[in-house]
T-cell receptor
Framework: KNQVEQSPQSLIILEGKNCTLQCNYTVSPFSNLRWYKQDTGRGPVSLTI?????NTKSNGRYTATLDADTKQSSLHITASQLSDSASYICVVSADNAGNMLTFGGGTRLMVKP | ETGVTQTPRHLVMGMTNKKSLKCEQHLGHNAMYWYKQSAKKPLELMFVYSLEERVENNSVPSRFSPECPNSSHLFLHLHTLQPEDSALYLC?????????????FGPGTRLTVL
């Protein structure tokens, strides 16, 4: 069964600090992994996408890593801002028919001043 | 942000009501999706349409009925819902129904069933 597990479930940090969110997956055959940001009351927005051959991808202050051997990914947020407060969802696609996604439960991040 | 729109943004309905959720995408995509997001649970895929044909139906109860009249519009018709159906319903679209294509989400409809 395809699964995506994220940790921690929630996290509180002070503005300006860095943090790292974790994602473990058991999706097979693997196609790609995305990190989405979901603000409260809004739909998820894609931050990064990585395929099997990529092990790091940056988008501004967000840097995602992928270890396809251990089936782990992380999202590192640098110099956090209040606007980073959101849920971060790890999403994995399987390389078979269609565009079926397996979603993690998300990490709810709160950045405090 | 405005590539995928959903209406209404909030909906409160009784268990005997009939209502419809609407999704419109302005991205020229060929695949559209309905998801359910309940509190503290991962997003659950409900339906997928590719080129206006339904290609996935993830064991969704018949009280949810999708409709895709054209590639830009997707509806979710609701009738005789249960309180446990209260959730955020998200619509998404992608260029094609393939794993390489990013899904773009709408803002969602917050549904409360009384």
């Amino acid at each position: 069964k395809n699964q995506v597990e994220q940790s921690p479930q929630s996290l509180i940090i002070l503005e300006g600090k860095n943090c790292t969110l974790q994602c473990n997956y058991t999706v097979s055959p693997f196609s790609n992994l995305r990190w989405y940001k979901q603000d409260t009351g809004r739909g998820p927005v894609s931050l990064t996408i990585m395929t099997f051959s990529e092990n790091t991808k940056s988008n501004g202050r967000y840097t995602a890593t992928l270890d396809a051997d251990t089936k782990q990914s992380s999202l590192h947020i640098t110099a956090s801002q209040l606007s980073d407060s959101a849920s971060y969802i790890c999403v994995v696609s399987a390389d078979n028919a269609g565009n079926m996604l397996t979603f993690g439960g998300g990490t709810r991040l709160m950045v405090k001043p | 942000e405005t590539g995928v729109t959903q209406t209404p943004r909030h909906l409160v309905m009784g268990m005997t009501n009939k209502k419809s959720l609407k999704c419109e995408q302005h991205l020229g995509h060929n695949a559209m999706y309905w998801y359910k997001q309940s509190a503290k649970k991962p997003l659950e895929l409900m339906f997928v349409y590719s080129l206006e044909e339904r290609v996935e139906n993830n064991s969704v109860p018949s009280r949810f009925s999708p409709e895709c009249p054209n590639s830009s519009h997707l509806f979710l018709h609701l009738h005789t819902l249960q309180p446990e159906d209260s959730a955020l319903y998200l619509c998404a679209s992608s260029q094609e129904y393939i794993a390489a294509d990013t899904q773009y989400f709408g803002p969602g409809t917050r549904l409360t069933v009384l």
